[in-house]
């Protein structure tokens, strides 16, 4: 059971331009919401997170939006860049259990 | 800090024969461990969870194991490898007290031939 459904699989986007990513979730525990970058052979690497009290988060060129009634939350990047091609996984986790749920994983390319 | 250790960083082994992994995590104490598998192209797959030693927890029945010999140590094993057992594989710690985020290792590429 995919409880963190996460679209779309592939995205290709230009430089300068932006990068969306959604994902949804089911179970309505989900209390913390990080994201992850993974870039080829490396194991994933944190790159910004949110809880559901607010409702977007931006660190540089990467924000978080959050809609806890529509059990929805995306990724934007801004002005893409060729080295933001990667892999972004979102997930999700319950505070005081042991795991993190992953979505499917977003492959992302960024054509100069 | 807190980091994580995995090796091999790449593994050719033919059909049949065993498997291990280490991970071993620092600069923490009682830390909630994973084992991911990646298959190629595919999303992160839970194999094993552990939250102390000698606890663990499967998530999907295979042909691997895992074990927790020691508070900041993971180990998955397999007695015979399988061609389906290729992939790219993934220790992960998380905080103890509070779930949070997981921290992954660099990870071990797995070729079964």
């Known amino acids: 059971q995919q409880q963190v459904k996460q679209s779309p699989q592939s995205l290709i986007v230009q430089k300068g331009g932006i990068s969306i990513i959604n994902c949804a979730y089911e179970?309505?525990?989900?209390?913390?919401f990080p994201w992850y970058q993974q870039f080829p052979g490396k194991g994933p690497a944190l790159l910004i997170a949110?809880?559901?009290?607010?409702s977007e988060k931006k660190e540089g060129r990467f924000t978080i939006s959050f809609n806890k009634s529509a059990k929805q939350f995306s990724l934007h990047i801004m002005d893409s860049q060729p080295g933001d091609s990667a892999t972004y996984f979102c997930a999700a986790s319950i505070h005081g259990y042991q795991k993190v749920t992953f979505g499917i994983g977003t492959k992302l390319q960024v054509i100069p | 800090s807190q980091t994580i250790h995995q090796w091999p960083a790449t593994l050719v082994q033919p059909v049949g024969s065993p498997l291990s992994l280490e991970c071993t995590v620092e600069?923490?104490?009682?830390?909630?461990l994973y084992w991911y598998r990646q298959a190629a192209g595919r999303g992160l797959q839970l194999l094993f969870y552990?939250?102390?030693?000698?606890?663990i927890s499967s998530e999907v029945p295979q042909n691997l194991s895992a074990s927790r010999p020691q508070d900041r140590q993971f180990i998955l094993s397999s007695k015979k490898l399988l061609l389906s057992d290729s992939g790219f594989y993934l220790c992960?710690?998380?905080?103890?007290?509070?779930?949070?985020?997981?921290?992954f290792g660099q990870g071990t590429r797995l070729t079964v031939v």
């Open positions: 949110i809880r559901p009290d607010v």
């Open positions: 552990s939250v102390g030693i000698g606890q």
């Open positions: 992960a710690w998380s905080p103890g007290t509070q779930n949070t985020e997981a921290f």
């Open positions: 179970n309505t525990a989900f209390d913390y």
């Open positions: 600069g923490t104490s009682n830390p909630n």
